[in-house]
DNA sequence: TGTACATCAGTGAACGCGCGTTCACTGATGTAC
DNA sequence: TGTACATCAGTGAACGCGCGTTCACTGATGTAC
């Protein structure tokens, strides 16, 4: 157990773990810096400390939340090689996963309205984690014939939204919106069919 | 133009209407009866005569959203029949345009928390239009060899996500992000992609 | 080892604000005769 | 057509609340000598 008394200690990263899980909680807009002090032990007068404010600590997790978004990412697509199939998959998979285990930061990251440029860094990790993506296509797309080849980055904006579309509408308990089959399953299987599409996977597979 | 005066003559509609386009423009929880009222010229309290209260406000913007969106869907299930592969590509551009046209009912329908089981009457639009799609899949299902056919719910909630993550992260000028491609092209190729992965459209088509 | 002092990370009170909701009220409208 | 009256749809003041942010402050920590 760390030291207690007048210093926190670690009261930076313990505002911005309030921050997440009180974002999962409330919604972006609905979070409130307030909160997040009183969960962490502390005033909310203490947070200016360690944040100018706000917004600049959502955007905090959201940049936390990109670093570990494209660890994952990167691991998944290396885990795969040197079969570039296996390695889209992979991120698929590595997609979904982090949107389950870190839905505070998924949320601090794409539904929040924080700016992926409103600080170098923040656009920098945003910009490595996304990369993970379009290389994993591009892989692919070099087993297509070059001239029924559609772009590598529409290709990979195409199995983004689709992930990003399973994790809101079927991951996410929404109330009254039950899910017809597990999102797992139901974003493999819709790679499958999409990849069929491409003519990249057995007809019969 | 109406007669203005003491009594508004058409303040309930007004306030669905202020409400939803400050949902569009402050998101779902961000949004705020008092602003709502003050759109529509009247004191906060009026509201009261004729909602609930301020959720009571969002849900019924969503009931009318579900109740255009079917329309909508019905329509151009409708204009594509009898082929069932365009009666179920049209429902797809539907969806789209439908949120790209009433983005404030689109969030006060699915990203405002609002359950779809708030009132027997919510549930029943909604589920008429989710039936449209699903429908239109259904159909088209009909056309794959029954030993390989995925269920039509499945097929159904694939487009689903497809749509809804298009939207989301593309349809939307979400800071920062831009659209590697108009969405109504990324939508329209990824629906033909994965189409072609279930055999039901020509691989050089 | 002990002391003086600078630095740092918190407190707690205060601010102005807008929120959702309630209440008794009043002005406008519509209807009965 | 004119009048009395019930109904209806607004007002405006008030409530308690929590918000983000600022400020002067103070207690704890760490360093120089």
Chains 1, 2 share one sequence.
Do not use: C
């Amino acid at each position: 157990m760390p030291k207690r008394g007048y210093h926190h200690g670690n009261l930076k990263q313990a505002l911005i773990d309030a921050a997440l899980e009180l974002i999962e909680l409330r919604g972006p807009t609905g979070f409130t810096l307030s909160e997040a002090a009183k969960q962490a032990g502390v005033t909310p007068a203490a947070v200016y400390r360690h944040f100018e404010g706000r917004e600049d600590l959502i955007a905090e997790g959201a940049m936390q939340g990109y670093e570990i978004f494209a660890d994952l990412m990167e691991f998944a697509y290396k885990s795969g090689q040197p079969s570039a199939l296996k390695a889209f998959e992979a991120t698929g998979r590595a997609y979904l996963a982090f949107a389950r285990k870190y839905p505070g930061h998924y949320i601090a990251m794409f539904e929040s309205g924080i700016s992926v440029n409103r600080t170098p860094e923040l656009a920098s990790v945003a910009h490595r984690a996304n990369g993970v993506l379009e290389q994993a296509a591009d892989d692919l797309s070099q087993h297509i014939p070059a001239d029924k080849r559609p772009p590598a980055s529409m290709f990979s904006a195409h199995i983004w939204a689709l992930s990003h579309g399973v994790v809101e509408l079927f991951a996410r308990n929404s109330p009254g919106r039950a899910s017809p089959f597990p999102p797992e399953e139901l974003l493999e299987s819709g790679i499958g069919i999409y990849l069929r599409g491409l003519g990249l996977v057995d007809p019969d597979g």
